[in-house]
T-cell receptor, first 113, second 112 residues
Framework: GAGVSQSPSNKVTEKGKDVELRCDPI?????LYWYRQSLGQGLEFLIY????????KSGLPSDRFSAERTGGSVSTLTIQRTQQEDSAVYLC???????????FGEGSWLTVV | GDSVTQMEGPVTLSEEAFLTINCTYT??????LFWYVQYPGEGLQLLLK?????DKGSNKGFEATYRKETTSFHLEKGSVQVSDSAVYFC???????????FGKGTLLTVNP
């Protein structure tokens, strides 16, 4: 597609359940990022994928968070045993490579009740 | 580490007023600087960027100049419109870094 596509756009889940958020980057973009946007915290970097290199997971807040990128394209962010503090907008972004402009998707709004 | 500090909002202006949103940064090397905008209910969009000192980024009437001596990248617009109401984020990408580091965002409301 023309832009970064994310799904679901909205997700309400019960505390303790697992959730998966999907990101389809811009075609041809080798770099993919996940960020989290929450009230009072601004935009936090979570994880970065570049081609076949090992991902930079330094921003993942706990071991309940994981992400994978299959075939160098689509990525899935998984949050296990969700907590209320996980409620946020999860933004995916991609760029042609590490040095180029980063383009964001519209985000997945996660609410944990 | 890299950091971005931008003026706290909210900022409320009348239509056709002059806008300045201050942004200063701390970074190693020679970062690229960005302003992103988030309109209500939408995702982040790149507004403008500058990749080296004294470069001026501009788009949709907005401008920002990369000032290395003051480590600043202030966003300006001469005459704001109601449609400019949004959250504005200043960001940097370090010279040897692939990550964007964001400021906390500034909410701008423009009243008719």
């Amino acid at each position: 597609g023309a832009g970064v596509s994310q799904s679901p756009s909205n997700k309400v889940t019960e505390k303790g359940k697992d959730v998966e958020l999907r990101c389809d980057p811009i075609s041809g973009h080798t770099a993919l990022y996940w960020y989290r946007q929450s009230l009072g915290q601004g935009l936090e970097f979570l994880i970065y994928f570049q081609g076949n290199s090992a991902p930079d997971k330094s921003g993942l807040p706990s071991d309940r968070f994981s992400a994978e990128r299959t075939g160098g394209s689509v990525s899935t962010l998984t949050i296990q045993r969700t907590q209320q503090e996980d409620s946020a907008v999860y933004l995916c972004a991609s760029s042609r490579d590490a040095g180029n402009t980063i383009y964001f998707g519209e985000g997945s709004w996660l609410t944990v009740v | 580490g890299d950091s971005v500090t931008q003026m706290e909002g909210p900022v409320t202006l009348s239509e056709e007023a002059f806008l300045t949103i201050n942004c200063t940064y701390t970074a190693t090397g020679y970062p690229s600087l960005f302003w992103y905008v988030q309109y209500p209910g939408e995702g982040l969009q790149l507004l403008l960027k500058a990749t080296k000192a004294d470069d001026k980024g501009s788009n949709k009437g907005f401008e920002a100049t990369y000032r290395k001596e003051t480590t600043s990248f202030h966003l300006e617009k001469g005459s704001v419109q109601v449609s400019d109401s949004a959250v504005y984020f200043c960001a940097l990408k370090g010279g040897s870094n692939y990550k964007l580091t964001f400021g906390k965002g500034t909410l701008l409301t423009v009243n008719p």
